[in-house]
């Protein structure tokens, strides 16, 4: 089903697509540019066959696909097998995790999500985590949306309440138009909140290696600057 009534954040089902559908329905000759904030959602009647229906609030249900480009590794629990790419059955996110193991997800890692057209960017990266058993803090990624232009490759990263779906069926179907890629979320400025105590105590350690062999080359540089002015001085006789 649709699960249009039902879920009331936005987030329409666990449950992934296999194949990415043929069609979406392009209805940017009818409301004119794609929006860059969230609005009211009203999208006319799709035709049939465009992987995209209509629910009784007046609401869409659609796929997205989403490219996973990241490049550190994520955090899962701690289990006996290695964690799976394969969706299971999500457990909740907001238990105490206290093991854990880290690990890179394949170059080209793709999921296709079934959400609704008022689901929010925020709640797109939430059902990722949660399909991938991530226990990392969701505001550690971002959700961009990717286009290409002539031969050029443009990035811009959504904002919590953009709506993915409503920017797909704005779109079109072509890829090069719109595509949605989940990446770390690169701020310029760390978020330290986003950080578990042991992430925390490594990165104080690390800080304080980094430290100490800095201030061992300033020596070394400063005594050997040190040493030739001394040789200067005893090659030279006074007056």
């Known amino acids: 089903g649709t699960g249009g009534s039902t879920a009331s954040s936005g987030y329409c089902s666990q449950e992934d697509?296999?194949?990415e559908p043929e069609l979406f329905y392009t209805a940017r000759t009818s409301l004119g540019r794609r929006p860059r904030r969230r609005q009211p959602c009203s999208l006319p009647s799709p035709p049939p066959q465009t992987?995209?229906?209509q629910n009784k609030d007046g609401s869409y249900t659609g796929f997205i696909k989403v490219q996973l480009k990241l490049v550190r590794p994520v955090s899962v629990p701690a289990t006996k097998r290695g964690p799976s790419l394969q969706a299971g059955?999500?457990?909740?996110r907001s238990q105490a995790v206290k093991r854990r193991t880290s690990f890179y997800l394949p170059k080209g890692t793709v999921k296709h999500l079934?959400?609704?057209s008022h689901t929010r960017a925020s709640e797109v990266i939430d059902a990722l985590l949660r399909k991938f058993t991530v226990v990392d803090n969701p505001r550690k990624f971002a959700l961009f949306e990717r286009s290409e232009k002539?031969?050029?490759v443009y990035l811009r990263k959504l904002a919590d309440e953009e709506q993915p779906?409503?920017?797909?069926l704005l779109a079109g179907p072509s890829e090069k138009v719109l595509s949605f890629v989940l990446k770390e979320n690169e701020t310029g400025e760390v978020n330290w909140d986003a950080f578990t105590l042991p992430e925390l105590h490594n990165f104080l350690r690390i800080?304080?290696?980094e430290e100490e062999e800095h201030v061992r080359r300033l020596r070394h540089r400063y005594a050997r600057c040190r040493q030739k002015m001394q040789e200067a001085l005893a090659t030279r006789t006074p007056g």
């Open 114 to 116: 079934h959400i609704l």
């Open 165 to 168: 779906l409503r920017l797909r």
């Open 150 to 152: 002539d031969e050029q």
């Open 89 to 92: 059955r999500p457990g909740p």
């Open 207 to 209: 800080l304080q290696r």
């Open 51 to 53: 992987g995209v229906s």
């Open 17 to 19: 697509s296999d194949s």
